[in-house]
């Protein structure tokens, strides 16, 4: 016999007990830091001590707003700390809602549903009330609100459950990729070639884990068979891998851990390795690892690190990416670096000609004299050259400051204004900057907030960074 029919209407949303149909609405909401992650199409079940009569069913479907389903990630979150204590449920449930939608089972409680597609989507907040026999559908509704046209963003370090550290927090899925907007992957498990499969445009890739020494932690894709990562040098192990000029090869968290950490195995000072077979000869650089992702002070660091070396000539793509091992740990697509690429056949190429910007929030387009990043383009005759900055955020975001650095020197920075409640943001000035003789330029967009509602953690405020556009210096007449 179906149940009773019963009928809440709450904020905007329609609820019943049986067949609901509920409209979605943007909100916002504060979130705590961790939380228990779980896939299928059954019903999944928190963990706590509840017995199963004292449960409800929240069945989510999830579309975009043309109403095709949507991958998404489903978070629900105890409405309060007294509720979270009388619950016991000290982590928040997050569950990834595939094409066909997700079923969470859930205590009988006063509850927040989050549901999310990463940061160029807008965020559903909602109130739930689960008694117990309950069985309660709903169906929400993300929009796409922010893009650059022609880029696309990328995970470039991804561990499935192929990867010996990642068997116990499941590996990465694509489903966990598609929930956060992860369009393009890189699949690097520990010295196994490997693959996620159908369901994200991706590339088999790999960690080179150094061992009998340690010499540091290296990605390369697309790869067709293994390198020696024993007993080697990174000299070798660099000269190895350039043989194949399709291979992208980046210096994966060089400041991490002393023991795996390439800079501190090398005694890298920033400006020469004591060990003369360590060097910067690769193409790109991980200058922001997930790991990092609330440690601004190593991340700005080692930007200006790099800012530095590029500045003076050395051509190493930044790049970013989570490392994530599975979304029992950090979620993957945190940080992520957009490719002015259609296609994971492109990655590989975006990423070694330098088209490439890195974020964990904040879209940021970046042109001088009409070119990307990457590209080269001439200075005026009078040292200056025409720059467009443009800074995207969805509507639940906000970034405070824009910034454009000359070489090592930041020679313009403005604060920028909030976009209007509910309005996604966009930001963009032109303008005529000198440069000198310098050789690089790039943007850098930070601060403001709102990211604990997307990742669940109040400790991690936007940031974004561009490669540089390379300047070429004009002729001097005389």
């Known amino acids: 016999m179906p149940e009773p029919l019963r009928l809440l209407v709450m904020a905007g949303a329609a609820f019943t007990r049986s067949g609901l149909l509920a409209l979605a609405f943007a909100g916002l909401s504060a979130a705590p830091a961790s939380s228990t992650h779980v896939h299928a199409t059954k019903a999944v079940t928190a963990t706590d001590g509840a017995k199963p009569d004292q449960r409800g069913i929240l069945r989510v479907f999830v579309v975009d707003d043309v109403g095709r389903p949507l991958i998404a990630r489903v978070r629900v979150v105890p409405s309060s700390l007294a509720e979270r204590v009388r619950l016991g449920h000290w982590s928040d449930t997050s569950a990834v809602s595939d094409l066909s939608g997700v079923n969470i089972s859930l205590q009988s409680g006063d509850y927040r549903v989050l ?76 010295n196994r070639l490997g693959n996620l499969g159908e369901g994200i445009d991706s590339l088999a890739g790999v960690e080179l884990t150094t061992w009998a020494p340690e010499v540091g932690h290296f990605n390369a894709f697309p790869l067709q068979h293994l390198p020696s990562w024993h007993a080697t040098t990174p000299a070798r192990l660099f000269a190895e891998i350039a043989k194949d000029p399709k291979v992208f090869m980046q210096i994966n968290h060089p400041r991490l ?45 080692l930007l200006s690190e790099w800012r530095s070396w590029v500045a003076a000539g050395h051509r190493l793509t930044a790049t970013g990416g989570s490392d994530s091992h599975g979304s029992s740990g950090h979620l993957p697509g945190y940080p992520r670096t957009y490719v002015r690429a259609t296609s994971g056949a492109g990655l590989s190429p975006a990423l070694k000609a330098g088209h490439a910007f890195v974020t964990n929030g904040p879209l940021i387009s970046f042109t001088v004299e009409g070119g990307d990043p990457g590209d080269t383009r001439r ?61 690089t330029i790039h943007a850098v967009a930070r601060g403001g907030g709102g990211l604990e509602v997307l990742l669940g953690r109040g400790d991690v405020e936007p940031l974004a960074f561009t490669n540089p556009v390379y300047l070429s210096q004009a002729p001097r007449t005389h």
């Not at 824009?402 to 313009?412: F, K, Y």
């Open 257 to 301: 851990e002393d023991h795996i950490g390439y800079f501190a195995l090398g005694d890298f000072d920033g400006e020469r390795f004591a060990d003369p077979n360590f060097h910067l000869d690769v193409d790109g650089l991980e200058v922001w690892n997930g790991y990092d992702l609330a440690r601004p002070r190593a991340v700005n660091q």
């Open 379 to 439: 200075v005026g005759s009078d040292g200056s050259v025409q720059v467009y900055i443009t800074v995207l955020a969805a509507n639940w975001m906000r970034v405070e400051r824009a910034e454009i650095w000359v070489g090592t020197e930041l020679a313009w920075n403005v604060e920028i204004p909030p976009q209007r409640s509910g309005r996604p943001l966009r930001f963009s000035r032109s303008l005529r900057l000198a440069v000198g003789s310098a050789r």
């Open 115 to 190: 549901v999310s597609c990463g940061p160029e989507w807008s965020i559903v907040s909602q109130p739930l009330h689960m008694t117990a026999g309950d069985r309660l559908q709903l169906r929400f509704t993300l929009r796409h609100q922010v893009s650059i046209a022609g880029w696309q963003g990328a995970d470039l370090h991804v561990h499935t459950e192929h990867s010996d550290d990642a068997k116990e927090r499941g590996g990465v899925k694509a489903a966990d990729l598609r929930a956060e907007g992860v369009s393009l992957a890189a699949i690097t498990d520990h």
